[in-house]
């Protein structure tokens, strides 16, 4: 079902949000729990006692292997965060990445961290607009969208970047959020907060393929793997996040049990 009821984000406000969350003095302990990765865990099984700081590792390690990149290579990875991904990019394939997040605080935070990880010769960091790279036609080998789309204005618009910036061969691996199977007619309320308070909108599933296919991206891949992340990270997040003892804007526990909201890891390829 597409998503009729939500604004669309802006790209400003998306970066004031990501800029605000860097500026409470509590976050940057609680993303050393996340391993400095902003993104859902994977669990294999869901059922293991993985915590939530390998489990986001390993959502980047099945981006990664989709990626196919060595030393060689240049990968963009599209809406950063504070680099966690590219790092863990760097040190396991040798490849250069450049990230780009429209939170300037994030930009500074990546550059620093990845400095201090040893990375910063190869993992680089800068301010920029994922609906318009600031980047030359064919300038990667491979592009990663790791949980950045959802905050976009137009994810056909940012498809279409990404395969121009891809060289011919070049590979584009993402995740998205999605609505699964409504079991009433309108989006579950608590899915919509959800979406309000974090600038996001749901994906349409059913016009993901035909997407990709207009931008001139071959798809190789489209997995469902809500089973393996949604319910426990909000579980794990929670838990984190509330032993903060601080009020926040949206309360997790509201989506437990709701099995409607989903997650999809696509792979592409360009012609
Ligand atoms: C949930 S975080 C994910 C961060 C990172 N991919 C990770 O997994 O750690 C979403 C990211 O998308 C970025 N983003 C959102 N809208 C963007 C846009 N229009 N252009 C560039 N980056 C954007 C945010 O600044 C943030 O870095």
Redesign the pocket.
């Known amino acids: 079902m597409s998503d009729t009821t939500l604004s669309v ?1 802006v ?1 400003e406000e ?2 004031k949000l ?1 800029d605000q969350i860097l500026k409470d003095e509590h976050t940057y302990e609680q993303f050393e729990k996340f391993n400095h ?3 859902i865990g994977y669990w294999d099984d869901p059922t293991s006692d993985v915590p939530m700081r390998e489990a986001v590792v390993r959502l ?1 390690e099945l981006m990664v292997e989709r990626l196919r990149v060595d030393v060689e290579d240049r990968v963009l ?6 680099g ?2 590219a790092t863990q990019i760097v040190r396991t394939t040798g490849a250069r990445v450049v990230g ?4 300037e605080e ?1 930009v500074k935070l990546a550059t620093r961290l990845a400095t201090e990880a040893g990375v910063g010769d190869r993992a680089t960091f800068q301010r ?4 318009r790279l600031p980047f030359e036609d064919e300038s990667f080998d491979a592009v990663m969208a ?3 789309i959802l ?2 204005p137009s994810r056909e618009q940012v498809l279409s970047e990404a395969r121009r910036v891809l060289r011919p061969g070049g590979r584009l691996v993402l995740t998205d959020f999605f609505e699964r199977a409504p079991h009433t007619p309108g989006m579950h309320p608590a899915i919509e907060g959800f979406c309000r308070t974090a600038m996001t909108t749901m994906a349409d599933v059913d016009d993901y393929v035909p997407m990709l296919h207009r931008v001139g991206l071959r798809v190789r891949e489209l997995l469902d793997i809500t089973e393996q992340t949604m319910e426990r990270t909000w579980r794990e997040t929670l838990e984190i996040v509330s032993q903060n003892d601080r009020p926040v804007d949206f309360d997790l526990a509201e989506l437990f049990g709701v099995d409607e909201f989903g997650c999809l890891l696509v792979a592409a390829d360009r012609p």
């Open positions: 984000p790209p998306v970066g990501y990765q902003l993104h980047t990875d599209l809406g950063c965060g504070i966690g991904p780009v997040s429209i939170s994030q920029a607009d994922a609906m790791l949980e950045s905050h976009m």
